[in-house]
């Protein structure tokens, strides 16, 4: 199993070589570059910005740059923001980090909590009007657009009811200690739910197959003629098994937490990952590109590494060595 | 379970899914849920018992916190001297101060200076300062930060640090030599006591003022830090270090979400009433909904609330809409001609060497293409009104503003049909569009960029009005921004129109920076000696230091720009800001809504 997990974790590098030298090819190659999308203003003179070019070294060759970004890279050092003038890269997504696992989390927990009861009960219960309802829900969960539930929400719950804030993360700068901690929460509960929306839909809907599938093979036959219990054939049985999926969905998820939430936290104004990643491919800020991807594929690929650690967890069928 | 039930069930939560969407879709009727009436009636009677309180009081109230949002967060540079974008210059405006500002006819009023005079060549600019000024951190503001500010954005390595605003030292005496290094003596801006200071220019200045404009930074804060380091420093960026003369300190932030100015107590114009105002930054979808509730008390630039929220804004009621022209305007371009690919290549603006587009190449085809396109159809239709077209590029604002000078290419496609077949371009071959006199194919590219959706939305518009009077639009796909200016700048391309917009400044209608044929920003290469004579000699001192005859020249030029067309003007959009009600005091100038801040009070601070 370590080794397993080692080996693995080695094969990430060359991995993570090859997905900077797409990503880094695939930025420069884009039309543009950090200047050229400025505001045109007649009263700046374009030589300053091609002096600005020669200073950040954007008129070297791509290579020269690649290689430039990749040493400095491989030192730990993620570089300066071209756009965000004087802040470094690092400080830039740790800032926003924390905002975007934040949410995440909360949709993720938020869609565990609504989807698998529900998704366990409508199998359980196939055709019952639960069941139908669920199924309505979920069509209606993955039919309507992210953006639109999110304005929809806004308009409801935070103008016209005044329950939730519509913006942002935090009311304001004087909310300490556990009072802050709440009032996040409650910043997070319509960003959340939006985010969450889609996700319990699918989640609802693979337990619920997943569920009827298992309850109807052999071994649950075979629990059951033992004489077990409903219960204990649900728990020991069934669950594990239908988790499988669950646990491959949530092995991308992983990644997702951090870049899924892009539209999301543009309806909300809500400063993490996905809104400083949008407006640096915008603003062709390579640096800040780089590291988002960087970070990406890495979540990425410890998510499904994580995923494949708890298939052996879950189902002791499967083994690594 | 029984079927029917079953049925109805489903039912039930289709009723309620669909009753829920509309619900929320019911956004532009007047009639809304009425428990939230409710709750929203009950704040808005205690507005207004304050309000009738208020009315016996009468005059302005202290303290009071007041709300302002923004669509995009701030990059996070709060130094004037680096700060790039309109987000920044939002809360720089309340927190910094430069010697002069301008009043509402563009004229430059006093402010940290309070007289001035040149000489009489006009090469310097001197200039009395207030005296106990005093900066956020109360220290004294003096001559030496003028010159320190000056002498940091001509310093050497101001531009690769990041700073653009040199267009404020270029003309200063010694410039050049200073910004290169060669030595170390500042000539351009000179202390001669503590409150006098003194301008000096390397030629006669028609516009001194201008460049004494441009806000002041304090030299006891940055005077240990090299310019190279300041965009990084801390005194640049960070709540409660940024330090200028304003109104309103900036004190606090939740970076990207709020950003929290409290009033400046020894502001030298005196104390401000409010206590404190908040920037939020907020979706615009849902801008309009937070005006209404009174969560957000004000919006203005860069953007203002959409033409299309205008009635709706208007209807709430609790809101005051202020609505004056813009100094930008959009327009449609003719790409008079290209550049060749060497000189794309090397970045060179030989207009000798540029290629004519022989597409657009008598200026009659151009007037027949204006006379076709419905400008007052889009204002109208895209605008709803709020905006007018224009007919030359110098803001309507302006003293140099001259409608009679320029021609009116009032829509009329017969007339522009008939000056078509007149040129001799007619359909030879039947398919419905006209070609060349020659009798070739004549199909005119049509380009335009993502990021305005009003032009976005104008570009098929002109392309149908155009065909509507035979001539042959291949509109292309929009490109991004950044993607589309490359295009535009590197044209050694098959482009002829385009669609572009500018925002300008108050502060000088001199139209050389993007209509003389060397100009960067030139992007239609429009090459006419005659308009690049008189943009010149506009600026050329001694006559030029009156400005009637500067006027007089830009009228000239207006015509010729007129009648030449390196570009149609579409419309200039009016900026709409908006504020609460609860908001007194507020004074807006052409430019701004933030005049005199200190003087903002709201009627609900006690």
Redesign the interface.
């Known amino acids: 199993m370590h080794k397993y997990i080692i080996r693995r974790i080695l094969v990430f590098i060359p991995m993570l070589i090859m997905l900077s030298i797409i990503v880094f090819a695939l930025a420069t190659a884009?039309?543009?570059?950090p200047f050229?999308?400025?505001?045109?203003?007649?009263?700046?003179?374009?030589e300053?910005?091609?002096?600005?070019r020669?200073?950040l070294g954007l008129n070297d060759p791509i290579p020269v740059q690649y290689l430039r970004w990749a040493t400095a890279m491989a030192k730990g050092d993620f570089g300066e923001s071209m756009?965000?003038?004087?802040?470094d890269v690092a400080s830039l997504i740790s800032?926003r980090i924390v905002n975007t696992v934040y949410l995440g989390v909360f949709a993720l927990v938020l869609t565990l909590i609504v989807a698998i009861p529900i998704g366990i009960y409508s199998a359980k219960n196939p055709y019952?009007?639960l069941d139908?309802?669920a199924t309505?829900?979920g069509f209606?969960g993955l039919a309507v657009p992210n953006f639109f539930f999110g304005?929809?929400a806004?308009?409801?719950f935070?103008?016209?009811?005044?329950w939730f804030p519509?913006?942002?993360?935090?009311s304001?700068?004087h909310v300490t200690g556990f009072a802050e901690f709440l009032d996040r929460i409650h910043h997070m509960v319509l960003p959340g739910i939006t985010l969450g929306l889609a996700g319990t839909a699918t989640y609802m809907r693979y337990m619920r197959s997943e569920v009827l599938d298992v309850l109807g093979s052999d071994y649950i036959r075979t629990a059951k003629a033992k004489g077990m219990s409903d219960r204990s054939v649900m728990y020991k049985h069934t669950l594990r098994n239908a988790m499988i999926p669950i646990i491959t969905l949530m092995g991308f998820e992983f990644g997702a937490l951090l870049s899924g939430a892009i539209i999301t936290e543009?309806?909300?104004?809500y400063?993490g990952l996905g809104?400083l990643f949008i407006n640096s491919i915008?603003?062709?800020d390579y640096p800040v590109i780089m590291s988002i991807t960087l970070l990406l594929g890495v979540a990425i690929l410890i998510g499904n590494l994580l995923a494949d650690i708890f298939y052996s967890i879950v189902d002791p069928r499967i083994r690594y060595d | 379970?029984n079927k029917a039930?079953?049925r109805l069930?489903?039912l039930l939560?289709?009723i309620c899914?669909t009753g829920?969407?509309l619900?929320?879709?019911n956004?532009d009727s007047d009639e809304?849920?009425s428990?939230?009436k409710e709750?929203e009636n009950t704040e808005d009677e205690k507005d207004d018992n304050e309000e009738e309180k208020e009315e016996v009081e009468s005059g302005p109230q202290e303290g009071g916190t007041l709300t302002g949002a923004m669509y995009s967060?701030p990059?996070?540079?709060f130094n004037p001297i680096?700060y790039?974008?309109a987000y920044e210059a939002n809360i720089l405006s309340f927190t910094h101060d430069s010697l002069v500002s301008q009043n509402e006819s563009l004229e430059f009023i006093p402010s940290l200076a309070k007289e001035w005079e040149t000489n009489d060549d006009q090469t310097s600019l001197t200039l009395k300062l207030e005296e106990g000024v005093t900066w956020h951190d109360g220290e004294e503001f003096t001559a030496e930060d003028v010159v320190f500010t000056y002498k940091s954005m001509s310093d050497p390595d101001y531009?690769?640090?990041?700073?653009?605003?040199?267009?404020y030292v270029?003309p200063l005496l010694g410039y050049n030599a200073y910004s290169s290094g060669e030595t170390d003596t500042f000539e351009g801006v000179v202390a001669d006591d503590d409150y006098t200071v003194t301008f000096h220019f390397e030629e006669p200045n028609i516009n001194p003022l201008y460049y004494a404009s441009f806000p002041i930074i304090p030299e006891h804060i940055f005077k240990d830090i090299p310019v190279a380091e300041?965009?990084?420093?801390a005194e640049?960026?960070d709540a409660g270090a940024v330090i200028g003369t304003g109104a309103f300190k900036f004190t606090?932030?939740?970076?990207?979400?709020?950003y929290?100015l409290e009033r400046h107590g020894d502001y030298w114009q005196g104390t401000p009433y409010l206590e404190s105002i908040?920037w939020?930054?907020?979706?615009q979808?849902?801008m309009t909904?937070?005006l209404?509730?009174g969560?957000v008390d004000f919006i203005a630039d860069p953007n203002g609330i959409p033409p299309a929220d205008f009635e709706t804004v208007q209807g709430f009621g609790n809101i005051e809409i202020i609505e004056q022209p813009d100094f930008g305007y959009q327009l449609l371009g003719f790409k008079h001609n290209h550049r060749t690919g060497e000189d794309v290549e090397a970045?060179a603006l030989e207009p000798d060497n540029w290629v004519p587009n022989e597409k657009l190449a008598d200026p009659k085809l151009r007037q027949a293409i204006s006379y076709a396109v419905n400008r007052e159809g889009l204002v109208d239709g895209l605008l709803y009104g709020r905006g007018q077209p224009i007919n030359s590029p110098v803001a309507t604002q302006f003293w140099a503003y001259d409608d009679a000078a320029a021609t009116n290419y009032n829509f009329d496609p017969e007339k522009a049909g008939s000056m078509l077949d007149e040129l001799g371009y007619v359909d030879d071959n039947g398919d419905g569009f006209r070609d060349d006199p020659d009798g070739n194919e004549w199909i005119l590219n049509m380009d335009y960029p993502t990021g305005n959706e009003l032009r976005e939305k104008s570009a098929p518009l002109i392309e149908q009005q155009l065909e509507e009077v035979g001539i042959n639009v291949n509109l292309r796909q929009p490109?991004?921004?950044?993607?589309y200016?490359?295009?535009l700048?590197n044209d050694n391309t098959d482009w002829d129109l385009y669609l572009?917009g500018?925002?300008?400044?108050s502060?000088d209608p001199d139209p050389s920076?993007?209509w003389a044929t060397k100009?960067?920003?030139n992007f239609s290469r429009w090459n006419n000696p005659e308009s690049e004579e008189l943009m010149q000699k506009a600026l050329k001192a001694p006559e030029a230091f009156e400005q009637d005859y500067r006027a007089e020249v830009y009228s000239e030029w207006q015509s010729i720009f007129s009648e030449d067309l390196p570009a149609l003007l579409l419309y200039a959009q009016n900026s709409l800001w908006a504020y609460n009600k609860r908001l007194q005091g507020v004074d807006p100038l052409p430019y701004t809504m933030y005049q005199d801040a200190h003087l903002w009070w709201v009627n609900d601070a006690n």
């Open positions: 884009a039309p543009g570059d050229t999308g400025k505001i045109l203003d007649p009263t700046v003179d374009p300053v910005f091609n002096e600005q020669e200073a756009y965000y003038k004087g802040r800032e019952s009007p139908y309802g309505t829900f209606f304005l929809i806004i308009y409801v935070a103008i016209k009811l005044g519509a913006q942002g993360t935090i304001n700068i543009q309806v909300f104004s400063p809104t915008t603003n062709r | 379970m039930l079953r069930l489903i939560v289709f899914m829920f969407l619900v929320a879709c956004n809304e849920g428990e939230n709750t967060a990059a996070g540079m680096f790039e974008e531009v690769s640090a990041g700073g653009i605003r040199t267009a270029l300041m965009p990084e420093a640049s960026r606090n932030m939740i970076e990207r979400e709020q929290i908040v939020k930054v907020v979706a979808s849902v909904g937070l209404e509730s969560e970045g490109k991004e921004m950044t993607a200016v490359e295009e700048t572009l500018w925002s300008l400044g502060a920076g993007l100009a960067a920003y």
